[in-house]
């Protein structure tokens, strides 16, 4: 046992429940992005990095990809309920592009739900949205993603490119932070 697994209360998602899921997503978007001719997978920083470079290496469609970073909680686990973005995606094609949001979580729907209407706003030929993971039970806003990979409890997770204070992002699963390790 590494020193951070230590911190981690039980495994959500395994690593072969992960790659089973990954592959269905990536099945799901060659099937409706079969005609698209400038995909761009919209990775959002940092948190959908694993997740969007396994999804890629599944896709046997053309793609780009590309990021944005954006940030939505303050310090700690609350989010602060205002969207800033921190990276923007500059491109000169973006009318010609069939933007798909690449996210690890959603929890609010804030965030996914501003940037799919920002993105429109800028000239997106379409827009669509991909979560890792899913918390309707924390949704306030009216927000449904355009592909799921698990809907999960009310649970603080990390691994698999999720954090807590920059940490955790390299295990090769999902799991439930132990409460201890917040609550401080």
Known sequence: MSHIDKDIQTI??????????????????????KDSEHLVL????????????ELMRKLTIPSEVDFMKVSSYGTGTISSGHVN???DILRDDLE??????????????????YLADYLRFKGAKSVKTCTLLDKPSRRTVEFEPDYVGLEIPDE????YGLDYAERYR?????????????EK
Do not use: H, M, W
């Open 42 to 53: 919209l990775c959002i920083l940092k948190g959908s990095i694993v997740f969007t470079s």
């Open 12 to 33: 959500l998602v395994n690593e072969t429940e992960l790659d089973r899921v990954t592959f269905r997503i990536a099945s799901e978007i060659d099937r409706d992005y």
């Open 85 to 87: 973005i921190v990276l």
């Open 170 to 182: 390299q295990l090769p699963y999902i799991g439930i932070l132990k409460p201890s390790v917040y």
């Open 96 to 113: 010609k592009c069939d933007i798909l949001i690449i996210e690890d979580i959603i929890d609010s729907g804030r965030t996914l739900s």
């Open 156 to 159: 603080f997770v990390v691994g």
